[in-house]
């Protein structure tokens, strides 16, 4: 069910810092081939087997440099999430920048009904995204809600059939792609960095690449395209 284990963090490690470095990949999308479940959640047996404290901090330190790898990523991350994502899929889910949910997607943070709480990002993105209150009920609860809820609370971006999910991902993709490469780069590095800096600081950044952009190729051939009524070809300079 894809469980949270070293072996998988090792591959989405290995798979993003691929893509991450390829010119050519414009956005990522991460599903699961299986329909019931996105990711059920950390490997409650490996997690069993830490001999101590420095296991499991070794452990989640590893799953947090992971997600943030992906969340602090150059080029977007859509989520495509179908059936359970709890605990570690959800914070997985939560690292990505835009997320859709089939029907029957199933969101939430059931650590504590085993005694711990959720270490790879639920208690900082959740509260981010969703607001300090909702992230209280859903970690102190360990509550599943299902997408309607998720979407009521801004956990998701949309909640479409299970069997359009992946085309309803690649639409957005689309979009994404169609736009100029150096100004999609500079929008999400504002974006993924505006939580930890105050407004002013954020404005500042937000001016300077502005102005970058603004001696760029594709924002001349964005501005004629405009004007000529037809669509740009930006080439990424």
């Known amino acids: ?27 990522i999308i991460i599903y699961s081939n299986a329909k019931e479940y996105f990711i059920s959640g950390g490997d409650i047996g490996y997690i069993s087997s830490f001999s101590g404290p420095i296991d499991a ?16 990523l150059n080029k977007p991350v859509i989520a495509a999430i179908s059936g359970i994502a709890l605990g570690g899929g959800c914070e997985l889910a939560m690292s990505c920048h835009v997320r859709i949910a089939s029907e029957n997607a199933k969101f939430g943070q ?42 009521k609370i801004g956990l998701v971006n949309h909640v479409v059939p299970e069997g359009t999910l992946i085309q309803e991902a690649e639409k957005i993709a689309k979009k994404i792609i169609s736009t100029a ?38 924002m001349l051939e964005g501005i004629n395209a405009f004007k000529e009524k037809r669509k740009p070809n930006f080439v990424g300079k």
């Open 1 to 27: 069910m894809n469980a949270l284990d070293g072996s998988l963090l090792d591959e989405l490690s290995m798979v993003f810092k691929k893509y991450r470095d390829d010119t050519d990949t414009r956005v």
């Open 57 to 72: 901090k070794e452990h989640i330190a590893k799953v947090q440099d992971t997600f943030n790898m992906i969340e602090n």
């Open 110 to 151: 059931p650590e504590i009904k085993i005694g711990l709480i959720p270490g790879a990002g639920g208690t900082q993105r959740l509260s981010r995204i969703c607001g300090k209150g909702i992230a209280a009920e859903l970690v102190l609860t360990g509550d599943t809600i299902g997408a309607e809820r998720a979407l």
């Open 181 to 218: 490469p150096l100004a999609s780069q500079y929008a999400l590095e504002i974006l993924n960095r505006s939580d930890d800096r105050s407004l002013e600081d954020g404005l500042n950044m937000e001016r300077d690449l502005f102005a970058l952009l603004c001696t760029t190729a594709d």
